[in-house]
């Protein structure tokens, strides 16, 4: 497809599993965001990759969150030991150069529902 | 760091009448400004964007958003609203001054269209 995709589309799991989100991103972007997004809120900035480079983790809450793009196309956001607080919708959102001022063109997200 | 309000929650609009979502941002100099529109099950999209020039920036679907500096504000107008405008609006904001800065959403602001 043409745009940004993300999988699974939702996702439940019992507190303490892991969990895995993917991101597909448009073909060829070198910038890659990934935010969370509670009910009502705008997205909350987590981490952001340059190709493979991570520029900034300065979002994830604490060490249970982490990210990779080891090819500098897809990404995948994973939570181990989650709990109820992770809940939330996860947003990827790529962009054609590696600035800023890039239009961010974001995927439909994962729904995370921790029980 | 900078940071970014939305003083209204929810607006509710007749079709036809014209628009106003404020936005108010915090920065020690010129940011780069986003409004972005997200409408129900979909990702965000880009609206328009201000990074120097030209106080009053067009964008897609007949919005536009004016920058004033002496209101740290950049509030997103349109003349005519249309019901399928009725979404959750999000202002955004970067900083400029650095190599690189993250992108700081607002928490949005619901429109309601009404016929």
């Known amino acids: 497809g043409a745009g940004v995709s993300q999988s699974p589309r939702y996702k439940v799991t019992k507190r303490g599993q892991d969990v895995a989100l993917r991101c597909d991103p448009i073909?060829?972007?070198?910038?890659l965001y990934w935010y969370r997004q509670a009910l009502g809120q705008g997205p909350e900035f987590l981490t952001y990759?340059?190709?493979?480079?991570?520029?900034?983790k300065s979002g994830l809450p604490n060490d249970r969150f982490s990210a990779e793009r080891p090819e500098g196309s897809i990404s995948t956001l994973t939570i181990q030991r989650t709990e109820q607080r992770d809940s939330a919708m996860y947003r990827c959102?790529?962009?054609?150069?590696?600035?800023?001022?890039?239009?961010?063109?974001f995927g439909p997200g994962t729904r995370l529902t921790v029980l | 760091a900078q940071s970014v309000t939305q003083p209204d929650i929810h607006i509710t609009v007749s079709e036809g009448a014209s628009l106003e979502l404020r936005c108010n941002y915090s920065?020690?100099?010129?940011?780069?400004l986003f409004w972005y529109v997200q409408s129900p099950g979909q990702g965000l999209q880009l609206l328009l964007k201000?990074?120097?020039?030209?106080?009053l920036v067009q964008g897609i679907k007949g919005f536009e958003a004016e920058f004033k500096r002496s209101q740290s504000s950049f509030n997103l107008r349109k003349p005519s609203v249309h019901w399928s405008d009725a979404a959750e609006y999000f202002c955004?904001?970067?900083?400029?001054?650095?190599?690189?800065?993250?992108?700081?959403f607002g928490p949005g602001t619901s429109l309601s269209v009404i016929p």
């Open positions: 959102a790529t962009g054609a150069g590696g600035s800023r001022t890039d239009t961010q063109y």
């Open positions: 073909s060829g972007h070198v910038s």
């Open positions: 990759f340059n190709y493979e480079a991570q520029q900034d």
């Open positions: 920065y020690g100099a010129t940011p780069y």
């Open positions: 201000y990074f120097s020039g030209d106080t």
């Open positions: 955004a904001v970067a900083g400029s001054l650095a190599s690189y800065d993250k992108v700081i």
